[in-house]
C-alpha cells in the first residue's frame, strides 16, 4: 500500500542522484569523463565472461576512504571455449 509514495521515477530522484555522483567524483579528483571510461572498461571486461544489461550499469563511489561500486546486471553466462 505504501510502495507508490516510494517510486523512483520521479525527476527529483534522478536529480538528487545526479548530483550525489557528481559530488561523489568530485571528492576523489574524478571527471565525470573519467567515470565513464571506467564504467565502459568494466562492461567490456565483464562482457568477456557474462552478457549484461548495458544501459542498467551503475557506478558510484562513497564512502571514507572512497569506495567504488559497480551494480552490473547480469543476463546471462557466455559461453566460452578455452
Known sequence: MIG????TDHSGYYAKDRMKRLLSSERIACSPQTMDMIRNDLIHA????VKLNERAV???IEGNPPVLYA?????K???RQV
Request: glycine share 6%; hydrophobic share 40%.
Open 77 to 79: 553466462k557466455k559461453d
Open 46 to 49: 565483464a562482457g568477456k565472461y
Open 71 to 75: 551494480e552490473m546486471p547480469i543476463l
Open 58 to 60: 551503475v557506478l558510484r
Open 4 to 7: 507508490f509514495l516510494h517510486k
